[in-house]
């Protein structure tokens, strides 16, 4: 889970330094009247994209943590289930053996 977390912010950190770097190439460009406003717009619809493949995979991975987080839970409440079944189990032990044990106990101390 922590693996995921950090792929996802490390993915996450560097879409966006790329998205950074193309922004400052494209804010120093010179701008020459019909050619660069047909630039700035296909540049414009690629950043677009980009920022809707961001959006996409953000919700995928918020999906896939919402799942994991899931399945911790449900593992949470298995582990809490056996650890209450072996704590029975334990107490059920101790009472046989103290069942087994006491006579035993008694008949020793009347042998000798």
């Given at each position: ?34 050619e660069s ?53 334990q107490a ?21």
């Amino acid at each position: 889970m922590k693996q995921l977390l950090r792929k996802t912010n490390l993915e996450l950190k560097l879409a966006l330094v790329f998205s950074a770097i193309f922004f400052c190439g494209w804010a120093t460009t010179p701008i020459n009247a019909a050619e660069s406003s047909e630039e700035a717009q296909q540049e414009l619809a690629a950043v677009g994209n980009a920022i809707g493949e961001i959006q996409s995979w953000l919700s995928e991975a918020k999906s896939t943590q919402s799942i994991e987080i899931q399945n911790l839970q449900q593992a949470d409440l298995q582990i809490s289930t056996l650890s209450q079944s072996v704590t029975a189990t334990q107490a059920a032990l101790a009472e046989t053996e103290s069942e087994i044990f006491i006579p035993l106990t008694r008949s020793r101390s009347v042998k000798q």
